[in-house]
């Protein structure tokens, strides 16, 4: 049954944005199912969901313009959008000690344009939908997707943990900026969790080892990052505003 609300889901084509979508769908929502080019998984995702209404939306939010017209497709696609999920991330392990400096420079390009200048510029593009629409800026509700890794580091991929601190820092800052305007921002932090990116990370020589980080042995799965975001965004949550929530098992403590 619709609440009513309007989600907008990036990177919602797979894994923990398919799970997120999912969930909101679940709870009432609308969903614009967002994807980098092909849509054949955001399809195939959309037409899942419980519900009419869904959509699917695409576009490379490396580019600031792309990023643009993919917020607009899903404001005249759903007819506004009343909630924002940042998911969409890139991850690619290039050690400093391992890496060119030309190709240490095209990697924090790459991962930051996306994970930090594409969330930065959706957000920017969803505030303005919400204090501009018709109907007065009603709140409204941001939940970014950050990682664990921007507290205990990723020496392996450290454009990533780095661009992942800076979305906690962009929610918390929003978190104030935001609030007189009744809208509320927050962010989850998870660990590892199940996903086909990891999938041979998991089932190969690292797996134990991986599963050992958390006191649970195992790791996360998509649908219990989904169901905390999904809580975040719910009016329930509004003070909540400004948190990180760890989720990671236990496996990194703060």
């Avoid at 990036?10 to 769908?25: C, W």
């Avoid at 199940?194 to 195992?218: E, H, K, N, Y």
Wanted: overall charge negative.
């Amino acid at each position: 049954m619709s609440n009513g609300q309007r989600a907008l889901v990036t990177g919602g084509s797979r894994s923990v944005g398919a799970a997120v979508a999912a969930a909101l769908a679940q709870a009432g929502y609308t969903v614009a199912v967002h994807c980098r080019a092909d849509t054949t998984g955001a399809d195939a995702v959309a037409a899942a969901l419980p519900g009419l209404g869904h959509a699917v939306v695409a576009g490379d939010l490396a580019d600031p313009e792309r990023a643009r017209s993919v917020v607009t497709a899903a404001v005249e696609a759903l007819g506004g959008v009343d909630l924002l999920v940042n998911n969409a991330g890139r991850y690619v392990e290039r050690p400093i000690t391992e890496t060119s400096y030309a190709d240490w420079q095209a990697n924090w390009r790459e991962i930051l344009d996306v994970n930090l200048h594409g969330t930065a510029n959706v957000t920017w593009c969803v505030v303005h939908h919400l204090l501009e629409r018709p109907e007065g800026p009603a709140g409204g509700r941001i939940v970014n997707i950050g990682s664990r890794g921007a507290y205990r580091g990723e020496p392996n991929a450290p454009a990533y943990g780095a661009s992942k601190a800076g979305v906690h820092s962009l929610t918390q800052s929003l978190a104030v900026d935001l609030a007189p305007h009744g809208i509320g921002v927050a962010a989850v932090a998870p660990g590892f969790i199940r996903t086909d990116m990891v999938a041979s990370l998991l089932d190969g020589a690292t797996g134990d080892a991986i599963r050992a980080q958390s006191p649970f042995g195992r790791v996360a799965e998509p649908a219990e990052i989904a169901a905390a975001v999904a809580w975040l965004a719910s009016p329930e949550a509004v003070w909540a505003s400004g948190a990180v929530l760890d989720l990671n098992g236990a496996s990194y403590l703060r």
